[in-house]
């Protein structure tokens, strides 16, 4: 793809306010994350998602962190974290075992998953069930 030329035929938001290069590959880095959900790919790259957005892997890096505030790895990890407690709502304690959330949700490893969901969420996977029954 040509990204100047993606940019070039985007509407803008308003007369007055044009939409950045960082607006547009934010979006399409949402998009492919939320359409094709490629953070359930266990092994996912910033290049392979700079691959999927047509452009380069720094552009993604700078995109992310100034649209998000976060590093790639924390920006994958949050979809990761959202899959897993949309797995985790649909399961309770009773379903899925936590490895297999882990997998199911783009995770290396249960521990992996552990650590990361108790970071974000404050607490444990089991006991955000358990305040969530």
Request: proline fraction near 2%; charge should be neutral.
């Amino acid at each position: 793809r040509d990204f100047e030329k993606d940019i070039e035929a985007e509407p803008r938001i308003e007369e007055n306010q044009a939409i950045t290069t960082e607006d547009v590959l934010f979006h399409r880095l949402c998009s492919l994350m939320e359409d094709k959900k490629l953070y359930l790919r266990a092994g996912l790259k910033i290049t392979d998602l700079a691959a999927e957005a047509g452009t380069n892997r720094s552009y993604v890096s700078r995109t992310i962190n100034i649209k998000t505030g976060k590093s790639f790895s924390e920006f994958v990890t949050q979809y990761r974290i959202n899959h897993a407690l949309e797995l985790l709502k649909d399961q309770g304690a009773g379903g899925m075992k936590f490895s297999e959330i882990a997998s199911a949700s783009g995770f290396l490893s249960g521990n992996s998953f552990y650590k990361a969901f108790t970071k974000s969420m404050g607490m444990s996977p089991s006991e955000w069930i358990a305040g969530n029954r």
